[in-house]
C-alpha cells in the first residue's frame, strides 16, 4: 500500500482516534509503526501491527460508515488509502484480496482464542 502514489502518511499519539461509528466509510488503512486497536460494537477487540490493514470490510461491505472504533494505542504512523483507490488496487493486484482474507481468518481465530487485543 505505501507503494501508492496517492496514499497519505498519518501520525498519531497514544490514544488518538483514528475513526468512530458512524462515520463515513472512506478509506482503508495500514499500520506502519506502532499499534492500532479496533473496537467493535459488542465491545470485542483487535489490535493491529505494522504491515496490517485494517477497515476494508467496512468500504468493501458495509452500508458505507464504520461499524468500529479505531483507537492509536502506542503512538502510531498509518497509511491512509481512499475508497476508490483501494478498490482500483484490489482490481489491478487480485492476490492482495487473498492477502486480506487470510489476515481476517487469523483476526478471527485469535478474537476466539483471547476475546481480547494483545499488547
Not at 46 to 59: A, K, M, N, T, V
Request: aromatic residues 8%; contains cysteine.
Amino acid at each position: 500500500m505505501a507503494a501508492q502514489v496517492d496514499c497519505e502518511v498519518i501520525t498519531l499519539p497514544t490514544g488518538a482516534h483514528v475513526f468512530s461509528v458512524g462515520e463515513p466509510a472512506n478509506a482503508i488503512y495500514g499500520v506502519r509503526r506502532g499499534i492500532i486497536e479496533v473496537v467493535g460494537d459488542q465491545g470485542e477487540k483487535l489490535c493491529y501491527r505494522p504491515g496490517e490493514l485494517f477497515s476494508y470490510q467496512d468500504i468493501v461491505w458495509r452500508e458505507g460508515v464504520y461499524r468500529t472504533e479505531a483507537i492509536a494505542r502506542t503512538p502510531v504512523e498509518i497509511l491512509r488509502l481512499d475508497r476508490l483507490r483501494f478498490l482500483n488496487l484490489m482490481h489491478n493486484h487480485p492476490t492482495l484480496a487473498l492477502l486480506l482474507i487470510g489476515q481476517q481468518h487469523d483476526r478471527l481465530r485469535e478474537q476466539r482464542t483471547s476475546g481480547t487485543c494483545c499488547y
